[in-house]
T-cell receptor, first 111, second 114 residues
């Protein structure tokens, strides 16, 4: 079954606004990662947050992890049209040697 | 430094034909992964290699699929015979640290089986 389900499935915002995407999971994790996929391209790794971390930043990206709620959020601040893409969370589950990807959030940033 | 290279980028074939997809990982990455992406099932791991050895092939759908890694810089995914339900985008990815860490994806091969 798919783990790491993202919410919402689609999000449309105006340039300059913030975009928040959420990811939930069911089993314990070692880390959680976020990837971006532009249309017709491969996935690009954005950020990795370990299970003992609560927040991580990278440029305009902010990721939070709440292990008690088994959820993570990706915040993109001051969005740009170039941020238009699908965003996936991927979990490294405890005891498993592979990443499990969700089905992604499709973000559209309108100029 | 070049990223993961995949070929061909697009493949259209008829049902029953053999299809071979190719991948060159990032130099120095000891882990190589093959994924399949469809709208219905999302991104699925098919198989991964460590130091050219297949470690987990539990995601390979059936015997029609096979993957090899004859050396550290080349891998193939073969489908024989191909079926329309194999139509998908196939990604190769590589990693330096392991299957639970950052993975670097190629541009993918869009396969259409008619």
């Amino acid at each position: 079954s798919q783990q790491g389900e993202e919410d919402p499935q689609a999000l449309s915002i105006q340039e300059g606004e913030n975009a928040t995407m959420n990811c939930s999971y069911k089993t314990s994790i070692n880390n959680l990662q976020w990837y971006r996929q532009n249309s017709g391209r491969g996935l690009v790794h954005l950020i990795l947050i370990r299970s003992n971390e609560r927040e991580k930043h990278s440029g305009r990206l902010r990721v939070t992890l709440d292990t008690s709620k088994k959820s993570s959020s990706l915040l993109i601040t001051a969005s740009r049209a170039a941020d238009t893409a699908s965003y996936f969370c991927a979990k490294a589950q405890g005891g498993s040697e592979k990443l499990v990807f969700g089905k992604g959030t499709k973000l559209t940033v309108n100029p | 430094d070049a990223g993961v290279i995949q070929s061909p980028r697009h493949e259209v074939t008829e049902m029953g034909q053999e299809v071979t997809l190719r991948c060159k990982p990032i130099s120095g990455h000891d882990y190589l992964f093959w994924y399949r992406q469809t709208m219905m099932r999302g991104l699925e791991l098919l198989i991964y290699f460590n130091n050219n050895v297949p470690i987990d092939d539990s995601g390979m759908p059936e015997d029609r699929f096979s993957a090899k890694m004859p050396n550290a810089s080349f891998s193939t995914l073969k489908i024989q015979p191909s079926e329309p339900r194999d139509s998908a985008v196939y990604f190769c990815a590589s990693s330096l640290r392991g299957p639970n860490y950052e993975q670097y994806f190629g541009p993918g091969t869009r396969l259409t089986v008619t």
